[in-house]
């Protein structure tokens, strides 16, 4: 059978806004990141001007972001039998950690604090801007080459073996999902030519009762970039369920798959809602994680009646890429897209506006969200989006960051 696709960190300084160096967007290798612009967007991708950051904000950020992130871990071990995540609960827990690589968003208030607004733990995506594209901007070579050693590390240390068998998958259809695999494939071999590796479509994987394989060979390893929510629908032609039968496979030992199936678990943006009434109710977490949650994570809700703020952000529990996403002041909208199932409600947080200018030379203001990845729970690279509007979408731009 194959794979188908269905498919306080409290200052009033300003964030400084810096003119980019020449021709930094022109230094960008075609080949890891191809999509720079294309004819029918106005703009280019990566921005012209780069956003500046403090190194003790930086510090600030990622201590915070380890602690939340192992916060979240722990609370996913517990909350997984209720009925929230009933459907979920045949996804085995195969790990320690949820979530190998995971990217964490953050905004900043008006006060110049970061806000965590949401967990990209089950298929994260941005790795090549992050780990490669903003060092075309800053030249921290050292720094590029310490991080993209942990990320091929972190892939490597999931092998029990030299001859296990790694394989990359993507739907080659989406180039940004194409190249995200491409480029955690290529990184493997530039740290780890020895280990056996191949880059995939998701549609060439076979799916047999002994586990996946691909051109006859079983794979050992599977980074599968395609959401669990999307996975477990996908059914082949003749109508069987291969894509429940792969998580089975990974429940039974007969392939690793990265990130693991629970990391939905993790990515579900009711999380954040559990976590506040988990430790309401139970005094869960230490008192280092309820200062860093209270901290930095926006009050969220399930309850559709609860008055939080005067606006809210409105978000559908699985979306991506901020589709379905409203901002409202009346919980009876229109703006809120019904076609989800089940959303939060999350309070507004009012973010200081900066200025940004695009390759093609027109200056707009917008929003910045601030990303950190990290690797089981540790972070590493940063990535940024530039957004005219409140909401960050898929048409937001890419704007580099420099640590000063």
Not at 168 to 186: G, I, M, R, S, V
């Amino acid at each position: 059978m194959k794979l188908g696709m269905n498919i306080p960190f409290k200052t009033q300084a300003k964030t400084e806004v810096k003119v980019a160096k020449n021709n930094w967007v022109d230094d960008i290798d075609r080949d890891i990141i191809p999509y720079i612009k294309e004819p029918e967007w106005k703009y280019s991708y990566p921005t012209k001007t780069a956003i500046s950051i403090s190194k003790e904000e930086k510090k600030y950020v990622e201590n915070k972001a380890k602690i939340i992130f192992n916060a979240m871990n722990k609370t996913v071990k517990c909350v997984r039998n209720l009925p929230e995540f009933e459907k979920f609960n045949f996804i085995a827990s195969k790990f320690d950690c949820t979530a190998h690589l995971a990217r964490m968003d953050f905004v900043k208030d008006v006060f110049n604090n970061f806000k965590l607004v949401e967990i990209n733990a089950d298929t994260p995506c941005a790795i090549p801007e992050s780990f490669y594209g903003n060092f075309i901007y800053t030249k921290d070579e050292e720094t590029k080459q310490h991080i993209n050693s942990e990320l091929a590390h972190m892939f490597a240390r999931l092998s029990t073996s030299i001859d296990d068998f790694f394989v990359f998958a993507a739907n080659k259809e989406y180039q940004e999902d194409w190249y995200n695999a491409k480029y955690l494939h290529e990184n493997l071999k530039r740290y780890f030519p020895e280990l056996k590796s191949e880059l995939v479509s998701l549609s060439d994987l076979e799916i047999f009762d002994d586990g996946v394989y691909f051109s006859g060979k079983k794979i050992d390893i599977l980074y599968r970039l395609h959401p669990v929510e999307m996975l477990m629908e996908d059914v082949s032609d003749d109508g069987y369920p291969v894509g429940r039968k792969l998580i089975e496979l990974h429940n039974e030992g007969k392939v690793v798959l990265v990130n693991s199936p629970e990391a939905i678990i993790m990515q579900d943006k009711r999380l954040f809602a559990i976590m506040t009434d988990f430790d309401n109710r139970f005094g869960f977490y230490t008192k280092e994680e309820r200062k860093a949650t209270i901290l930095m994570m926006p009050y969220t809700t399930t309850d559709k009646q609860q008055k939080i703020s005067d606006k809210v952000i409105v978000k559908p529990i699985y979306g991506r890429e901020g589709l379905g996403i409203a901002i409202i002041d009346d919980y009876n909208s229109t703006k809120i897209d019904n076609s989800h199932d089940e959303y939060i409600y999350q309070e507004f947080i009012e973010q200081p506006t900066v200025e940004a200018e695009t390759v093609e030379g027109d200056k707009l203001t917008g929003y910045v969200t601030y990303s950190v990845f990290l690797l089981n729970g540790e972070p590493t690279a940063w990535y940024a989006r530039f957004s005219p509007k409140e909401i960050c979408d898929e048409e937001a731009l890419w704007i580099p960051i420099e640590f000063k």
